[in-house]
């Protein structure tokens, strides 16, 4: 019996050398989340600063966020199964080198148009990066107590990068915009010669499924596409109705073959899950208001409230710092709780941020704005983290890059849907305020209708095998 007890205990803890190269993997995959979203909050306050430089409107800007978004969510299908296909260091390693070299290329563009297809190849490599980082964590904590605490510490990086983004940003501006591109390259740096030192990742050979992520990229490109433009002409315009119908024919062609290729890119079985299918819904909405909220304020503390980079920066630390603060705490109120109370606590917060900023008058002062930012901040560690480990117990252990994929697609798609819907809202003839009280009570109900469905995770058991 002790020597039953003394193994059960050594393999829980595993060996100093297997030790080594769990924290060495999970520092990687930190680090990799970390510049993955510090390159999305980073940009925002730099936005007027940008427009200055290179020119654009509006629509200018939403493309310089969502050109990165858009190939950010396009090809995490792809990059979920291309994690479990050639090995989930190897693909991190590999996104996270393709990205760092399109940072520097962001940094140096010289016109608007450069730098957006700089941050559409920025966007490839962020794709391969995010599902990878988090095959990583479960690869190398294969307990689930253990898995838990890990995921918690990964998500407190992208919690960090999302408090010290706008800060930073503008911080970084005073010198040149361009900085902001080129705080990647350290980071990025120290991440490889971190993953240099954690062990080969296993792998799942099966054939590209080109038809799927060729449709994927249509769907989601004429989506978002129409989106935007619908801000300058209108959601009449026939080129917007044309991108939109594209969008959904790309769209149907996209299921029809996930159901007949041999090799689908996202099986369709996934979603015999009501885990799966509910945690894709989450990280839809989270992302609507945690990524849609700071694009727009960072504008309406800028052109409204006339404040500069740093000054809106500053604003949004409240909010962030709170976030940033909850997010070690995360996997011990999921263990206490439950994982399903803080997902619902967490959208529930984004609900009442966004509902009551819609209603206070718009001669509010920014102190004030700032505070009630503060609950949309804190559902970042409520809602996240826990929504990643109910994903992750629920899938096959050979699926989870590919699961991975899915669940971040969807949060990316949520925030590019956000930042080209509310573009077009506070660049419409009813003016920025009234587009800004749109944009808030969208970001409100599509959270409380998450939250309503938030319960059904976890309710049939599909374990990892």
């Known amino acids: ?16 050398g297997t030790d080594r190269h769990a924290t060495a993997t999970l520092a990687a995959a930190v680090l990799g989340f970390f510049v993955i979203t510090l390159d999305a909050t980073i940009v925002n306050v730099a936005l007027p600063s940008i427009r200055d430089a290179l020119g654009g409107g509006i629509t200018g800007l939403e493309w310089v966020v969502d050109a990165y978004t858009l190939m950010f969510a396009a090809l995490l299908l792809s990059a979920g199964a291309l994690s479990d296909r050639i090995g989930a260091r190897r693909a991190f390693a590999g996104g996270l080198i393709l990205f760092v070299v399109a940072s520097v290329a962001c940094g140096l563009a010289p016109t608007l148009p450069v730098l957006v297809a700089a941050r559409v190849v920025q966007g490839v490599g962020a794709a391969v990066t995010m599902p990878t980082s988090m095959a990583l964590v479960r690869q190398a904590f294969p307990d689930p107590a253990r898995r838990a605490r890990a995921v918690g510490v990964w998500a407190m990086g992208g919690a960090v990068a999302a408090a010290a983004g706008p800060v930073l940003g503008g911080l970084l501006s005073l010198a040149s915009w361009r900085m902001i591109f080129w705080i990647n390259l350290p980071v990025g740096a120290l991440t490889l010669l971190l993953v240099s030192r954690t062990p080969h990742s296993p792998t799942r050979p099966a054939p590209f499924d080109r038809i799927g992520q060729f449709t994927a990229v249509l769907a989601m490109g004429g989506l978002t596409f129409g989106a935007i433009e619908a801000g300058d002409a209108g959601f009449t315009a026939p080129r917007v109705l044309a991108s939109l119908a594209l969008a959904v024919l790309a769209l149907a062609a996209f299921v029809i073959a996930q159901a007949k290729v041999a090799h689908p890119m996202v099986p ?7 885990t799966v299918v509910v945690a894709t819904g989450i990280g839809f909405a989270f992302m609507v208001g945690f990524y849609g909220l700071p694009f727009v304020f960072s504008l309406y503390f800028q052109q409204q409230h006339g404040l500069s980079a740093l000054g809106a920066g500053i604003a949004f630390l409240p909010m962030m710092l709170l976030s940033a603060s909850l997010t070690p705490f995360a996997a011990r109120i999921a263990e206490r709780t439950g994982p399903r109370v803080p997902v619902v606590a967490g959208l529930v917060l984004i609900a009442a941020g966004s509902l009551t900023l819609a209603v206070v008058p718009a001669s509010v002062p920014v102190w004030a704005s700032a505070l009630l930012l503060i609950p949309v901040g804190m559902a970042g560690p409520l809602v996240m983290p826990a929504t990643t480990v109910l994903l992750l117990e629920h899938v096959p252990a050979e699926q989870t890059g590919t699961a991975s994929g ?7 798609i949520g925030g590019a849907l956000a930042v080209a819907v509310f573009g077009a809202l506070i660049s419409a003839r009813a003016g920025f305020q009234h587009g800004l009280r749109v944009s808030l009570a969208l970001a409100a109900v ?19 095998r």
């Open 406 to 412: 899915v669940f971040n697609t969807s949060r990316q």
């Open 1 to 16: 019996m002790p020597l039953t007890a003394s193994s059960h205990r050594s393999s829980e803890a595993g060996t100093p």
């Open 268 to 274: 369709l079985t996934l979603f015999r899950s009501p």
């Open 446 to 464: 599509i959270a409380i209708l998450a939250a309503l469905a938030a319960p059904r995770m976890g309710t049939r058991t599909h374990r990892a």
